[in-house]
């Protein structure tokens, strides 16, 4: 009973990641790249994001205590953030960065400093949601978390357990859908 | 037609990117479709690795009799020497401008890809680059390997028909965890679509 409750528990806290716009659908390709061979991949890309994230978002803000602002470099420091960020799929801080690269074009030094601000916002926030999220999986073994979404939902209709399973690696859109059809 | 030998070792990919976290993620996707993979952070230690002595003066090659690439995949933008250059300078190797390459970018500008495939790249993936851009490569490795057995002539008509079903490491379906078996099945299999 617990145990199920955990998966239900994992498989919600994930899927609520993606419905609140934190996650897209790149992170449901490193997920992909999980299996028994590589069982811990996505938490190893995720720690090496948070360690480049570090150093990255240290730059920006040494960069931007400078006077006047160098745009250029505040630019080049932010696109590479925003790389590793789109290659992780976090979804907010993406849309933050774009926001930041903008003001950076703009050489609004005020704008700059205010997205700047959500951007680490946004960061911290992910961070916290991620490193919950692989403790709990990290509770219930490495291997059963890659099924963990899908177990919950595939018990609902067994008829189209095989697009199920595939849908939610897929996508976060269907688990609505098949939450709907099972009323 | 004479035997074949056909090489049991599988094909190499250098890729390319001073990102850690999208060295780690190409180093995957390759991974995942069986490819030898070497990850470099830098447009020259490619070149050193691909055996270009003296870079910058573009001087001597020694190539090392030990290394093979296949093909190579690389950021665009990178300190120092870009993508960009890179390609250049392969390109204009004798040892190495038929060796395919691809140009990843995270940016969507037209004039940018345009350039990069004028210049002889073989495709241009944007990032994140996803496992349906790597299985896109097929085509260009399938077609290296084969010039190194004096079959071409025959092999050619056949190219696109066998080398399709060959799913080269089962890229496709990675949700599903496969067995060695089944891999090994792949790779007898692979052996035996080319012709006689």
New interface residues.
Partial sequence: MERNQMHRQIANTRKLMFDQGYLDEQFIQLEELQDGSNPNFVEEVVTLYYRDSARFLSNLDQALEKRPLDFSKLDNLMHQFKGSSTSIGAKKVKTECTHFRNYCNARNAEGCKRTFQNVKKEYTTLRKKLEAYFQMSRQVGPVETAYASSVVVCTIRYDTIHSLHLNIIHSNLPLRRCAARSH | MGVISISETPLHVLAVDD????R??IE??LK?FSYHVTAVDSGIKALEFLGLQDVENFQSFSPSPEVEVNLVITDY?MPGMTGFELLRKIKESKSLKDIPVVIMS?DNIPARINRCLEEGAEEFFL??V??SDVDKLKPYLSKNERKTTDEEECVSNDSSGAMDDDDGGGGND??E??SDEDEQIEKDQSLLILPP
């Fill in positions: 990102s850690n976290i999208d780690k993620l995957r996707l995942t933008c995270s990032k994140p996803r496992m990675g949700v965890a496969r």
